[in-house]
């Protein structure tokens, strides 16, 4: 996680004050696909960045405008800002892809969309970074539970709670796919309705090597704990004054760093109190 650190940091406060949005990857959870789905032994730059590039091409790659439509989407970017960023003060979005394995692998496997789709939101819910090693214990707070019954749970448990998802299906019989789960209220914050808070996308164009995938991009509270971890660093080192004459000089003052902690930890609390 370290390795993001200033990266992160730096794109956070750019995102809370001028930017849309921004599409967090993280350097740790990539290494992870690389090493365990695709069964690569010495991971090297060019394999990180393709990972990086398949997971925006499952996103970016041209989709149809709506159901049943032919005509392809002309402002994805656009329609991608509408449909996850509902409010200002939210704007971290995470990406996940379903599947990803090496060519090898590949050769001997099959995929439903009911299999797919099942474990697609399951990572969600459990903020799990690739299909290997997602926590199928985690379940989404009971719609009936009052709200500390609902916090207790969501602690536990490591619930993700999100503000909105976006699903994007690439394949063969993409229109048979069933979406119901991923439009359960219990997903979501209770400000925002279901019917706002989750779109997909479609074509029947396959994507890479794969007959059937499925991405998913996520405003939700996946971000919280990296994030508090590196805002945890950050004062330690401020503390004990590390680095800071080297920004001083330049004109940054100690204010400043003050200012930038304040922002990155409003981000953190507001994100938190999405399952509250």
Known sequence: MASIHASVKNKVLETTGHMD?????????????????????????????????????????????????????????????????????????????????????????????????KHLRQMLISNAKMEEGIDWQVRPPLSGLPTRGKMSLNKEFHFNTSIANLVILRGKDVHSAELGAFKDPALYTSWLEPVHAFSVWKTQRAFSKYEKSAALVSNSQFLVKPLDTIVGKAWNMFASKAYIHQYTKFGIEEEDFLDSFTLLEQVIASYCNLGF
């Open 21 to 117: 949005a921004l599409l967090v990857h993280e350097n740790d959870a990539v290494h992870k696909i690389c090493a365990k789905l695709m069964n690569i032994k010495q991971i090297s730059f060019r394999d990180i960045n393709q990972v990086l590039a398949h997971q925006l091409g499952s996103v970016f790659q041209p989709t149809y405008s709506e159901e049943g439509s032919f005509h392809y989407r002309r402002n994805p970017l656009g329609d991608l800002m509408e449909n996850l960023v509902p409010h200002p003060e939210f704007k971290m979005l995470g990406v996940r892809n379903i599947p990803q394995m090496s060519e090898n692998s590949l050769a001997y496997s099959t995929f439903t969309w009911a299999g797919l789709l």
